[in-house]
């Protein structure tokens, strides 16, 4: 496709259950990002992935959260036993090689209510 | 740990004034600076990338320029436009990491 796309758009669930969120980036990317955005936090990093590998995880909140990466191209990241506090609008963006010389570019987002 | 600040947190100017947005940061060590716009309810749109070695980059109405050493953006918008009323965000790539570490962004407002 010609962006980063997410889906689902709009995910609501229940305290307690898990979910999965998904990000197809733009073709020929190898670097992939999530990152968060709520009220209180503004946007934050979750994670990286090189290729299939993920050198950095280092702003994964907790143990409930994890992310994976198949034939260099999807992800998803899955939420465990969500929260009220992970209510948020959870981003993906993809780019060529390394962030040092390359733009970063969004999917829209998958905006995430957990009641 | 990198910090970045963007002041004003809000701004509203009349439709056709040229206008400035300021971002900083604390470590100078980055890679690059990426501008990006964020309309209601969507994504971030990349405006544009400085590289650590430029001072400043250009895309149409829009110059955003760069000092590394004072940890200072400014990303200027010429002859400003109702359409161009959103959220800018600035956002640094540091030496040693791949993820951006973003500012908390200044709402525009162009009143017609």
């Known amino acids: 496709g010609a962006g980063v796309s997410q889906s689902p758009s709009n995910k609501v669930t229940e305290k307690g259950k898990d979910v999965e969120l998904r990000c197809d980036p733009i073709?020929?990317?190898?670097?992939l990002y999530w990152y968060r955005q709520s009220l209180g936090q503004g946007l934050e990093f979750l994670i990286y992935?090189?290729?299939?590998?993920?050198?950095?995880k280092s702003g994964l909140p907790s143990d409930r959260f994890s992310a994976e990466r198949t034939g260099g191209s999807v992800s998803t990241l899955t939420i465990q036993r969500t929260q009220q506090e992970d209510s948020a609008v959870y981003l993906c963006?993809?780019?060529?090689?390394?962030?040092?010389?390359?733009?970063?570019?969004f999917g829209p987002g998958t905006r995430l209510t957990v009641l | 740990k990198q910090e970045v600040t963007q002041i004003p947190a809000a701004l509203s100017v009349p439709e056709g004034e040229n206008l400035v947005l300021n971002c900083s940061f604390t470590?100078?060590?980055?890679?690059?600076l990426q501008w990006f716009r964020q309309d209601p309810g969507k994504g971030l749109t990349s405006l544009l990338l400085?590289?650590?070695?430029?001072r400043e980059q250009t895309s149409g109405r829009l110059n955003a320029s760069l000092d590394k050493s004072s940890g200072r953006s400014t990303l200027y918008i010429a002859a400003s436009q109702p359409g161009d009323s959103a959220t800018y965000l600035c956002?640094?790539?540091?030496?040693?990491?791949?993820?951006?570490?973003f500012g908390t962004g200044t709402r525009l407002t162009i009143i017609p």
């Open positions: 073709s020929g990317h190898t670097a």
């Open positions: 470590d100078s060590a980055i890679y690059n």
């Open positions: 963006a993809s780019s060529l090689g390394t962030a040092y010389y390359n733009e970063q570019f």
């Open positions: 992935f090189q290729g299939n590998s993920a050198p950095d």
């Open positions: 400085i590289q650590s070695s430029q």
């Open positions: 956002a640094v790539s540091n030496f040693g990491n791949e993820k951006l570490t």
